[in-house]
Structures are given as C-alpha cells and as structure tokens.
C-alpha cells in the first residue's frame, strides 16, 4: 500500500478547474518530484493534500486514512509537514522560536529537545544564529530554517514547494543536499521544485503537471533522458 495515494483529485479557484482529476502515489520512503511550468497546478496539488484547499472532488489517503477534509493543523499531527513556497518564517520571532512552533502538536520535551539537536546538526547554521530575529536570515537560510520548522514535527512525509526558488547556486546545492539526507533518515519527501534538473537528479520517480494534468509519469532518471522534457524543462 502507498503511504499517500491522490486519486482523481478536482480543484476550483472558484469556476477556475486548477487541478483536473490527477492521480498519483508516493511511497514510503521514496523522494518523488513533481515538475511543470509555472500555473500548472503543483503548489496546488500540496496545498491540497495538507489541507490549505479544499477538494472538490476526489481523495487524499494518507497511510490508510482518508485525510480529503481534515483540517490543515490536524494533518501535522498525523505525520505530514509542509514546507510553503517562500519560505513563510516568523520574520519577528528568532530562529530558536520559529523551530520551536513546528513542535506545536507533540507534548514530549525530552523528544522535542532531541529533534531539535537533530536540526542543529543538519543545519549548523541555525544553531550559530538560534537567537536571531528570522527575518534578518538571507533567503537560504530562511530556506533552511522554514525546513528545520519542519522537521520539528517529527514527520513520516515532508511536502516541500519550490526549495531552490531565488537561492544562489552554493545554496541550492546545499539544500538538495539536505533533502537527500533528510531521505536518507528515512523521512519521504514529495518535493515540488521549479529546477527540474537538480529534481530529477535527486528523486526516484516523478510526476509531471501541465495545466492541471498529469502527462507524464516514471522512473526520475529515465524521464532525465527523455527528448520532450529535456526540450521543456531542462533547456536542453
């Protein structure tokens, strides 16, 4: 069984169909990546599966469950964590606090205390400037806090939208870097990412969204080496 199973998912921004009926699956374990063009519908898509939207038709089943119309703050309790596009940081509130409220939903402080030095050592970064305010960080370090905010809710399934967006080149690479070893932890990660290049490079199958449609679908290096995507998405 796939630990999260979209099927024949709808989704209106008023009379506006974003999303067409699309089906897909991530299994355990997995790193799958979702590519397409700008408006296509993937940050949609995740919005969707955390709760942040509604769908109209359709199902989100989550490690057995039907999550369609569970509220956003309870599908973090269940083990999913999403990391927004554009980071979304507490731009007041320091580094330390902003990862303290992605524990909000568990209650164990030995537990907690232990997630956090997971992230420090993940993220040394964080930890050097734990006491600054969010909002003073560069964009990649943002990035890497909104991801360590995250982790702090201990997930089975990490969602991230467009990771890499704006970072310079040293980050981007840092973060994928990142998400293979969040991976590797044995995290599943569902990663919508614009860098279709370095998310194929990364992802073992991927999805691709044109208009709210899946149109094509398969092994992450195969579809690397096919002609239409290499033309589309990677500028080859």
């Not at 069984?1 to 024949?8: H, Q, R, T």
């Not at 194929?200 to 080496?225: F, H, P, Q, W």
Request: net charge neutral; aromatic share 6%; no cysteine.
């Amino acid at each position: 069984m796939a630990m999260l199973e979209i099927k024949d998912l709808k989704v209106y921004y008023g009379v506006i169909q974003a999303i067409k009926g699309i089906s897909f699956e991530v299994n355990e374990g997995e790193v799958i990546a979702l590519i397409g063009a700008n408006g296509a519908g993937k940050t949609t898509t995740l919005q969707t599966i955390t709760g942040m939207l509604q769908a109209k038709e359709g199902s989100i089943i989550f490690e057995g469950q039907d999550i369609t119309k569970v509220p956003g703050h309870k599908i973090v309790s269940m083990g999913m964590a999403h990391v927004p596009e554009g980071r979304r940081v507490f731009a007041e509130l320091s580094v330390l606090e902003n990862l303290k409220l992605g524990a909000y939903t568990r209650k164990d402080k030995d537990e907690i205390a232990d997630s956090l030095q997971r992230v420090y050592r993940s993220f040394p970064r964080l930890e050097e400037r734990k006491k600054q305010a969010a909002g003073t960080l560069s964009g990649g370090e943002q990035q890497m806090l909104a991801m360590g905010r995250a982790l702090m809710s201990k997930p089975r399934i990490i969602l991230m939208d467009e990771p890499s967006m704006g970072l310079s080149p040293i980050f981007v690479e840092e973060i994928f870097n990142i998400i293979k070893e969040i991976s590797a932890s044995g995290t599943t990660v569902l990663l919508v990412e614009q860098n279709a290049k370095k998310a194929l490079s990364i992802a073992d199958r991927a999805y691709v969204l044109e208009t709210g449609n899946i149109v094509l679908s398969g092994d992450a290096k195969e579809l690397m080496n096919n002609e239409s995507i290499k033309k589309a998405y990677l500028g080859e």
